[in-house]
């Protein structure tokens, strides 16, 4: 599974607009909809926080593993 798939899984897992992720990590919601397109993959800083914002790993956030 691509990271652009992950983070649509988790945002419908946690009935979230991409707005509301958005803002919990601090970009512009335009920012965020790249990742959700596949447009752009978030940095690491990006990464780390859309992991914490949705409670599991960036190995899993990244696809390396499903073990959240």
Same mark, same amino acid.
């Given at each position: 599974?691509?990271?652009?798939?992950?983070?649509?899984?988790?945002?419908?897992?946690?009935?979230?607009?991409?707005?509301?992720?958005?803002?919990? %990590? #601090? %970009?512009?919601?335009?920012?965020?909809?790249?990742?959700?397109? #596949?447009?752009?993959?978030?940095?690491?800083?990006?990464?780390?926080?859309?992991?914490?914002?949705?409670?599991?790993?960036?190995?899993?956030? %990244? #696809?390396?593993?499903?073990?959240?």
């Amino acid at each position: 599974m691509k990271v652009k798939e992950r983070l649509r899984a988790l945002r419908a897992e946690r009935r979230e607009t991409q707005k509301q992720v958005a803002e919990a %990590i #601090g %970009i512009k919601e335009r920012h965020y909809q790249f990742f959700e397109h #596949g447009k752009h993959l978030p940095s690491l800083e990006n990464a780390w926080k859309l992991a914490d914002h949705f409670n599991v790993t960036v190995d899993y956030l %990244i #696809g390396r593993t499903d073990d959240r």
